[in-house]
């Protein structure tokens, strides 16, 4: 069975390390509201948070390098909506650029203190299909689709707990570089996608994902696909039509 190589960039990994200030704060479905409600409650204004500009460039390059290999590229605002494009796939060799490793998101470890214990918990959910941006990558391993999952970190992302308890559910099948540790073999992928993550991007910093769907755009000299509801509208209003009024005005 051939492999199907997949990259996957969630812009959230530029947001190093200013992202540990903000990641836990006035978290709230509807982007608009979390950020005017992060503004408003505490000391922070739409300067605090800064970019890492290594880790940009880093990002920018390696799509660069991508695209010219690949015209199968989306583009969306939160990350398992890179599902709608690999579901069906299997054997995959998947590298994620991001900040968070989207394969176990948490959403037992304030009830157990164990975090395997915990992980384990949330990848039964997964296996049940409840998947969401943080856990989609254990959903591709219930599903047996993965070859291999790579994750490209940030210097602060994640911990040697998760990271284990990740080892733990995926076994050899994950591993987790820096990307001063990791040297990409090619840039030949059967798919590429690119996340906004507009919870986890001020919006001062919206402009830096419409730079990547310009440069696709220049590139291939079509409109890039941008998953904006086509597969839960109701979901999209609820969170994220603020964002795509914002977006779609410069595409």
């Given at each position: 069975?051939?492999?199907?190589?997949?990259?996957?960039?969630?812009?959230?990994?530029?947001?190093?390390?200013?992202?540990e200030?903000?990641?836990?704060?006035?978290?709230?479905?509807?982007?608009?509201?979390?950020?005017?409600?992060?503004?408003?409650?505490?000391?922070?204004?739409?300067?605090?948070?800064?970019?890492?500009?290594?880790?940009?460039?880093?990002?920018?390059?390696?799509?660069?390098?991508?695209?010219?290999?690949?015209?199968?590229v989306?583009?969306?605002?939160?990350?398992?909506e890179?599902?709608?494009?690999?579901?069906?796939?299997?054997?995959?060799?998947?590298?994620?650029?991001?900040?968070?490793?989207?394969?176990?998101?948490?959403?037992?470890?304030?009830?157990?203190?164990?975090?395997?214990?915990?992980?384990?918990?949330?990848?039964?959910?997964?296996?049940?299909?409840?998947?969401?941006?943080?856990?989609?990558?254990?959903?591709?391993?219930?599903?047996?689709?993965?070859?291999?999952?790579?994750?490209?970190?940030?210097?602060?992302?994640?911990?040697?707990?998760?990271n284990?308890?990740?080892?733990?559910?995926?076994?050899?099948?994950?591993?987790?570089?820096t990307?001063?540790?990791?040297?990409?073999?090619?840039?030949?992928?059967?798919?590429?996608?690119?996340?906004?993550?507009?919870?986890?991007?001020?919006?001062?910093?919206?402009?830096?994902?419409?730079?990547?769907?310009?440069?696709?755009?220049?590139?291939?000299?079509r409109?890039?696909?941008?998953?904006?509801?086509?597969?839960?509208?109701?979901?999209?209003?609820?969170?994220?039509?603020?964002?795509?009024?914002?977006?779609?005005?410069?595409?």
């Open positions: 069975m051939f492999k199907k190589r997949v990259l996957s960039i969630d812009l959230d990994y530029i947001m190093e390390p200013s992202i200030k903000y990641n836990g704060l006035a978290f709230d479905l509807n982007t608009k509201r979390r950020w005017d409600q992060l503004y408003g409650d505490t000391n922070y204004d739409e300067n605090s948070f800064e970019i890492e500009e290594d880790n940009f460039l880093f990002c920018f390059d390696v799509f660069c390098k991508s695209i010219m290999n690949c015209k199968n989306t583009f969306g605002y939160d990350h398992d890179i599902l709608y494009s690999i579901k069906n796939w299997n054997n995959i060799d998947l590298i994620n650029i991001d900040w968070h490793d989207d394969v176990i998101e948490g959403a037992y470890f304030r009830y157990y203190d164990d975090v395997k214990v915990a992980s384990k918990r949330e990848y039964n959910d997964v296996k049940n299909n409840k998947v969401t941006e943080g856990n989609w990558g254990a959903w591709l391993h219930s599903q047996q689709k993965l070859n291999s999952f790579t994750w490209i970190c940030a210097d602060n992302s994640g911990s040697v707990e998760k284990n308890a990740i080892k733990s559910l995926l076994k050899k099948r994950f591993n987790h570089f990307k001063d540790n990791y040297k990409f073999e090619n840039y030949k992928f059967d798919h590429i996608f690119v996340c906004l993550s507009p919870q986890y991007i001020p919006p001062k910093h919206w402009t830096k994902f419409i730079l990547f769907l310009k440069t696709y755009q220049n590139v291939w000299k409109p890039p696909k941008l998953l904006s509801g086509e597969y839960n509208l109701n979901k999209f209003k609820e969170r994220h039509s603020e964002v795509e009024q914002h977006i779609r005005r410069y595409i």
